[in-house]
C-alpha cells in the first residue's frame, strides 16, 4: 500500500489531556480554512454513581466556537476500552462525520456476544456515518486525510495521518511508554508490531500524536513525539528491536495488566458510536458480564 504523504501541509493541532482517563483529544486545523476534525473525544463518567456528564466535552465545543471553526469529522481512531467517546454530543452540537475503521464490525460482532446483545442491535458498523478502509482518504477544509490501518490492539485500529501530523491512537506511546496492550480479544502481539513498523515507515519528521499518556517515571504529561524518535528510543520496539522479541514481552507484559477500569461501560458505548444503549423501555442502561471478559 502506498499512502498519500504531504509533508508540505502542516495542521494546526490543538491538545487537551482529560487527567481522568489520561486521554489526549485534540482538534485537527486546516491552516488555510476554518475547518477541523475532532479526534478520539472524551465523555464523563462516573461510573461508580451512573452518571454522565460532559465537562471535557465542552471544553473542545468552547474552543472550536470561539474560534470560529466548522467541524468536518469526529475522528475514533478505534473502539477505545479506557474512556467513552462523546462523538453523538458534540455531534448534535457542532455537526461533522463520525468515522471509524471498517473493522468495527468484527468489535461488534466480538462484544455484541460478551454483552448478549440482541439482534436489534446493528453489527454492520452502521451507527458510524463513515467506516474507512486501508488507505481511504478524506478532507478537513482543503487538507487531505488518509487513514491507515494498524491492527493488534484492537482489530479495527486505524492511525490517521494529516499532512505531517499523525494520530496513533493506542498503537503507539510516547518513546519511554512503549506500546499498547495487545491482549483484548481480536488483539495480536504480532500484527501490532506489523503495524507499528508500518508507522515508523513513515518519514523521520512525521509528528506523531498520541492518544494517552501516564507520564511514567514522574514525568510531566506529553503527547507529541516523531517518527524519527520513536525510531532510535522507543522502549519497546526502537533500536531494531525484533518482532520475536516484541512478542515475548508482550505477551508476559499482557498477562500481567489488570482490565481498564471503564472497560465495561466503554466497549457498550463506543461500538455504537458513543450512544448510551437503552433497555426495553428506552431507559439508558449499562451491563455487566460476569467472568464475560
Excluded at 505531517?164 to 503507539?172: K, M, S, V
Excluded at 500484527?191 to 509528528?207: A, F, G, H, N
Aim: negative net charge; contains cysteine; proline residues 5%.
Amino acid at each position: 500500500m502506498t499512502y498519500p504523504v504531504n509533508m508540505s501541509v502542516k495542521p494546526d493541532v490543538s491538545a487537551h489531556f482529560d487527567e481522568a482517563t489520561n486521554t489526549i483529544t485534540y482538534i485537527v486545523k486546516d491552516p488555510d480554512s476554518n475547518h477541523c476534525a475532532i479526534i478520539d473525544s472524551v465523555m464523563d463518567i462516573d461510573y461508580a454513581a451512573g452518571r454522565i456528564t460532559y465537562d471535557a466535552a465542552d471544553k473542545i465545543i468552547d474552543e472550536i466556537q470561539s474560534r470560529g471553526l466548522t467541524l468536518d469529522w469526529i475522528i475514533e481512531t478505534h473502539v477505545h476500552a479506557d474512556h467513552l467517546s462523546a462523538a453523538p454530543y458534540l455531534q448534535q452540537k457542532l455537526g461533522g462525520k463520525i468515522g471509524v475503521g471498517e473493522k468495527i464490525m468484527v468489535v461488534q460482532e466480538t462484544f455484541g456476544k460478551v454483552f448478549n446483545e440482541g439482534t436489534e442491535f446493528q453489527r454492520d458498523g452502521s451507527q458510524f456515518d463513515a467506516l474507512f478502509k486501508d488507505g481511504d482518504t478524506y478532507t478537513i477544509g482543503g487538507m487531505q486525510a488518509f487513514a491507515m490501518y494498524t491492527p493488534g490492539h484492537t482489530p479495527a485500529c486505524m492511525v490517521h495521518v494529516v499532512g505531517n501530523a499523525a494520530f496513533a491512537g493506542d498503537t503507539l506511546f510516547m518513546p519511554d511508554g512503549g506500546s499498547a496492550r495487545a491482549d483484548f480479544p481480536g488483539g495480536d502481539a504480532g500484527e501490532l508490531y506489523d503495524s507499528i513498523m508500518k508507522v515508523l515507515s513513515l518519514p523521520d519528521e512525521m509528528r506523531l500524536f498520541m492518544c494517552h499518556d501516564y507520564g511514567p517515571n514522574g514525568r510531566a504529561i506529553q503527547w507529541e513525539t516523531t517518527v524519527a524518535e520513536q525510531k532510535a528510543d522507543n522502549i519497546h520496539v526502537g533500536g531494531g528491536k525484533t518482532r520475536e522479541d516484541f512478542i515475548k514481552f508482550r505477551t508476559e507484559r499482557d498477562a500481567t495488566l489488570d482490565m481498564p477500569k471503564l472497560i465495561i461501560p466503554s466497549l457498550q458505548v463506543n461500538m455504537r458510536a458513543g450512544a448510551i444503549p437503552t433497555d426495553k423501555d428506552g431507559n439508558q442502561m449499562l451491563k455487566v458480564p460476569v467472568n464475560g471478559l
